[in-house]
């Protein structure tokens, strides 16, 4: 168990539609990662919060936003959701953003099928 | 542009024998490498970070070497047991963006350790 909780384990939902997906990170820890695994694409960096501030920004869409919140938890709203948004979301959480120390810790991911 | 490649999608080997794997990279300057394992429909899990200035890092029987120069990484599994059946991740710190240590990960390697 790496101590990151993510919710809900599955998600199934029609095209249009928005949905959240919760984080909370190890005890202790900052720093706030999400990404998107496809079978086609492999692990892509979305965004990375830290204490609360946005950090970072890889491939996210305009559709897609973030936050974190003052006790650290941070949810990924996705929204006008396509086929191709289907796909496991993958959290995960560093003590901090020091370079020697970035190891990060995953969630299990949230299985989100777009129908 | 930048690009993370691993050797191959697939490797199968026999029980007992060691495993390596390869991770290369162009247009990076990595500070940090690291290595996770992914089991299917789970998170990754990280096993091991070597920085630029380290030749050689071990833990177990995992061997990690990283060659600024070839810009490759080898990742070995010594002694290799089906329960090391998995797929391999590396991750790059490009060292770029103040405060952020996002990671590129490349597409993985499955491994399949056949008894």
């Known amino acids: 168990d790496s101590g990151v909780t993510q919710t809900p384990k599955h998600l199934i939902t029609a095209t249009g539609q928005r949905v959240t997906l919760r984080c909370s990170p190890r005890s202790g820890d900052l720093s706030v990662y999400w990404y998107q695994q496809s079978l086609d694409q492999g692990l892509q960096f979305l965004i990375q919060?830290?204490?609360?501030?946005?950090?970072a920004k890889g491939n996210i869409l305009e559709r897609f936003s973030a936050q974190q919140f003052p006790d650290l938890h941070s949810e990924l709203n996705l929204s006008s959701l396509e086929l191709g948004d289907s796909a496991l979301y993958f959290c995960a959480s560093s003590v901090d953003p020091d370079r020697a120390k970035n190891i990060q810790y995953f969630g299990a991911g949230t299985r989100l099928s777009v129908l | 542009s930048q690009k993370i490649e691993q050797n191959s999608e697939a490797l199968n080997i026999q029980e007992g024998k060691t495993a390596t794997l390869t991770c290369n990279y162009t247009?990076?300057?990595?500070?940090?490498l690291q290595w996770y394992r992914q089991d299917p429909g789970r998170g990754p899990v990280f096993l091991l970070l070597?920085?630029?200035?380290?030749k050689e890092k071990r833990k177990e029987r995992l061997k990690v070497t990283f060659d600024t120069t070839l810009k490759q990484s080898l990742f070995h599994i010594t002694a290799s047991q089906p329960a090391d059946s998995a797929t391999y991740l590396c991750a790059l710190d490009d060292g770029s963006g103040a405060g952020s240590y996002q990671l590129t990960f490349g597409k993985g390697t499955k491994l399949s350790v056949i008894p």
């Open positions: 919060y830290y204490n609360g501030e946005e950090r």
């Open positions: 070597i920085r630029e200035n380290e």
């Open positions: 247009n990076y300057s990595p500070a940090y």
